[in-house]
Structure formats: C-alpha cells, structure tokens
C-alpha cells in the first residue's frame, strides 16, 4: 500500500500518455515521488515497480497493491482545487527517460504482473494516468482534523461495509461509487487484473459470484430517488429491478425499481421495499428483473416446423439415394435448385438465371447457330436493318417478336455498346413433389448438372425449444418472412442436416453466381450484419438441446449486435458533434487509410483521434473491432485507462490513442 505523491517523467520512446512539452507532444512514465526528490534525485519508475511486483510474482506470493497517489493508472497524490479539496501534485519531470518498453530475453513485451496467467496480481490505484489524486477533510474520517485522500478513506469505508469475501469487482464498484457520490470530480479509480483475479477477494480466498449486473448508489435525492452507476450501457430500461446485493442491519434486502435513463452510464430508481426503506451512497445492488434497453427487436422467421426429426432423417436418406449434387452453404456457394417444404408437400424451386451472349454489332449468318438454339421465340425491340430482317425471317428454327412486352419473352435480342447480346432469362418455377419426397422424383426433376441446395426445415423438436416469443425480449419470432431481418435454413453437410439464421434481404437475393472467395465465411459483402450464423449439426433427438441452445445463443448475439451498431456516444445521440472522430493511418508515413483504398498485407496502422476544432468536453473512448459473427473485440485501452480525452497534457485536434502499438494487416482476409 503506498499514499503519497505521484508524478509523470517525459520520455520520448514512450507509448503511454501524451503530453505537451515546449509545444510538442510526447510520451511520459508515471512515477512515484520519493521524500528526497527535493535534492534533484529521480522519482521511482513505474518500470522499476514492476519488476519489483514481477519477482513477488514469480515467488507465489498473492500480490494486491493499492496505490492512492496522482497520475496512477498506468502504473499503479493529489486533488483539483475546489471548496472542499485540495491539490496535492507535484510538476512532472522534464528529463527524457529515453526508453522503449521493456523486453524480455526473446524480444516479447515483459507482462504486466496484472495480466500474468497464474497468480496475477491486482493493481488498484486512485486516478488515471493523467488524473491527480483528491484529498480533504472528511467528517467521517478517523480524524477530521487532517486530511486524507479520497481514495484511502473510499476503501476503507469499503472493507468496513463489505463482507470479506466480497469480489474484488465488488469493493472497485462501491469505492468508485463512493468517490463519485462525495463529489470528487475528476479521478476515476481503476482496478487492473484478470476477470478471474478480479471476482476473488480483493486479498484473496475463494471466489465470489459476480456473474450478475450490479449497481452502486451515486447519488440520493430529497425525494428519496436514487442514483445509479447503470444506464443504457448496462442494457437497461425502465421497469429493471435491483436487489441489494447485502442485508441491511435488519436483515432485508431493499428492491429498487429503475424510473428513468439519465445518459448512458446513470438512470434514476426508486425504492420498492421494505416500506420506509433507506439506502446509502455507495451500496451495491444486484439486477433481479431485467427490462432491456428500448432497441428495436431483431425479427426471426422459420420454415413450417410440423415435420418430425425422423421425417427429417427420411427426407435426407431420399436425396442420398437420388445421388444428386448438393451444396453445404447457400450463403457462399452457388445453387441452381432449392429443395424445401411448404407446410403439407416438399416442393423444388427452380433459381432464375440470367445468362448474355454477345454477337456481332450487324447480325450476319456466323450469329444463326446461336440464335436456333433458342428455345421460344426471341423479342426484339432495337431498330434492325432490312437486311438483318430477312436473315431473322428467313432462317429455320427462329421465332422472332418485335415490339414484344417485356413480360412475354424470357430471350431478348437487344442493343449494347453498339453490339447486338443474346439476353436469356429462366424464371423461376416450382416443381411439386409430393408430401413424400422420393428420390426417383427429385432425380427427374433436376436438369442436368443442377446444384441443389437442400433447405430442410428445423424438426418440430427443435424449433419447440426456439425462445422467439418471450416478452420484452430484443429476440422475436414473426409468422411472415418479410418481416423478419434472419430466416432459419437447413442444408446438409456430409450427409448430415445442418441449420442456420440466414440474413433474408441476402436469401431473397438468390443463388450466388459462383463460389465466392472475397471475404469470410459469413460474413456479408452488402451490409453490416452477418450473412449467416454458424451452422448448427443435429444427428438425432438426443442432440436437438445443444443444437436449440447454440440457436438462441446466436439469435441473441444478432440481437446484441444490432445494440452495438445503433450504440449513441453521448446522452443526447450527438455522436459526431464537437468531438474528435478516429482515424487509421499508415505507420510507414503517416498517410491516411480511407475508405475503398487498397491495402496490403503487412501493412501497419495506428489508431488517431482527430477534430476540426479544440474538444473541451471530456469523454471515455473505446474502440472495438466487432466481427461479422458479432464477436467483439476490445482494441482500446488495452491496458488499464488513460482513455479519457482530452486528457490534461494533451489537447491537441489530432494525436495517436497512446499505449496502442500498431494493428496489422493479415490473414484472415474479409470485408469486416
């Protein structure tokens, strides 16, 4: 545990915090401020802390270091002048440290003893990077005669309050509550460690049950209304209820009932019971009923599921034995034919497909073999000379129609450039095939060199267990397909049926034209969502539990996903005002990656924040790289904070997000 000051030492090679320094930005450590530093010695490193953490580490010793000191976050004292604190800082340090950060033997990153796999360590410090420490006079402190920072007196109120085997999430939570409930501007407190560390105590033990929402009470009104730390980030709505997470001296849990979303981290609750009922800043409560954020639902349709799994199974077997060709993923490989059922019969649709040929820009007798083999007659609406008239008229096997309606001819002898094309067109069609299917039947019904795609409905057994109707659920089923965003397809796969939510808008699209290679796989090359899910197996009834839950899992992450890209940066929706907006560019030159520029393997790219004009509102950046499977992935911070801008030292309209490294361009190649 260490109290006292903290400072920041400029250094050059640095990639964590970026300040000004003579009218240039550039990197600084933080450090600690030894009683001595007045006589010119230097600050400790926070480097040097960490191999000092590292080697505990390495011992077995269970490491938690608490650090209320200023400019901690990176790392591991002081307060901004107002009524009731004050600042206890000491001016950052000029002389260049000039070190890159530090390496292993094998040239890897030497980890942070918060981020190693076995015995992490969990580093709690009182502010951000770029954030001063507060300390005042408090009146419940042990003496109120002195000061003592926030931070300190936070955490003790904590470890009184909590049961020991609280989570350390839990004492974070409520220490961050508390300081924010006290009025303490500016310093937000930061716990770092892995999230299995983190749902241990905060000194260790066994782990806590932390897998719910929690809430901490920020603030309390004369009305008796409540204050929370949850708002729409949390996913929540008004109605959402939270119990508290430990009794009161009576042995109650107080219910809090969700009023109103105030911005994206706070909403306004009240108290439900025990009648009469008190709370206190800082309390931690639990989410016991869940109204989710008011997003539009994700809509979902299946095929008529009264078929069994074993008539499933059966309907396999007779395209087994047709001994016709079939395709896997209709999402990325190419169909003629679709097999599927309508309710009472199986049925074959046959795909539209339009196919041009092009002939000379006069018709002469070198374009007649092509021309016969047209089956039906041919519709020509350009202007034609005397001469190609009398070919046309005179030839055998040619029917022609001129001035035709465009409905009444699926080949066209049309105008392009100045060149005469052939353009054909086979309307869709649909075969039935019986409530049976039989593979003699299916065999006559496909053409020669078709390309089945087997579109088998989900059995009855496993769309019972489909959760598309559970109210105030952002997942909802629909009995029509046009109004659903994702239809439920079947197909088979080495024999065995398979299903997935495919988007519609990309179903109604039709068949590929050919195998497509230019992106993953699922992922769509005409919109934002995801073409497909997974495909989910299902050899049998045993199975069909696995197969319903991966189902609803996935239907959920579509639902999810769609929260992620309708997600508001600011209360009032203003996003894209007043703030700065992220940029990639090359780290060879600096120069710009926009939109539809090539880019090539190896490439590097950092992360740049950039404004047309000064930003004075402060805000929390995240940056995450969201798959087309909906798998998020957090791209910054990567380690704990410094992402508040503008930070103190650094207001500049463009800078690169510190502490990022670079991204790179590889495998796998794809559109997201």
Known sequence: YYAGHGSLRINSQGTKLAMLYNGKPNHADSTLVPSDAWTGGYDILDREMTHIFNDAVDKGIHLTVLMDSCHSGSFTRGLELGKQFTERSITYDPRDINKGPETLPNGEKMPSPSDREKNP????????????????????????????????????????????DAPASDIYRQVRATMEGEGVDDQTPWMDS???????????????????????????????TVLLDAGKLSDINAGSEFTALYPDSNGQ??????????????????IVSPAGSKVTISQLFVLSKWVPDALDAVHFWMWPNNLSMAEIQAAVAQVHLAGVATIADAAEEPWTDMLAWNGTAWELHHAAKSSTTKLQSVLTAADLPTLQNVHGKICVNDTVTDAETKLLATSH????????????????????????VLQHTENAAITPLGEKLRAAALKTALKKNAKLWVNLPPPNELAQQLTLHEKDSLVQGVDDADKAEYILVGS???GKPQWTWFHKDEYSQGPKAALTTDHTAGCSTQSKYPVRTDWIGLTGTAAVANASSSLNTYAARLAKLNGWL???????????????KLELKHVSDTSQLNMNTPDAEGDKLQMYLKSSITIREKRWIYVLDINCQGKGTLLYPRKAGGNQFPNDADTAREFPLPGTGSLHIGAPFGVE
Do not use: M
Request: net charge negative.
């Open 121 to 164: 360590a969990v580093i709690f410090t009182a502010a951000q990077q770029d954030q001063t420490a507060k300390e005042g006079k408090f009146a419940d402190a042990p003496d109120n005669t002195d000061h003592h920072g926030a931070f300190t007196l936070a955490l003790i109120r904590t470890l009184e309050t909590l049961p020991a």
């Open 492 to 494: 088979i796969e080495g």
């Open 253 to 270: 849990h107080v219910l809090l009932r969700v009023k109103n979303l105030e911005g994206i981290t706070h909403s306004r609750a009240e």
């Open 397 to 420: 096997g040619i029917s022609v129609a001129y001035k035709a309606s465009p409905n009444s001819c699926q080949t066209f002898l049309l105008k392009n450039d100045g060149d005469w």
């Open 194 to 224: 892995t999230d299995n560390r983190k749902a241990q105590p905060l000194f260790g033990g066994v782990t806590g049950d932390s897998s719910k929402a929690r809430a901490a009470v920020i603030g309390i009104d004369d009305d008796g």
């Open 566 to 580: 309708h997600l508001v940066g600011s209360p009032d929706n203003n996003t894209d005002a007043d703030f700065y």
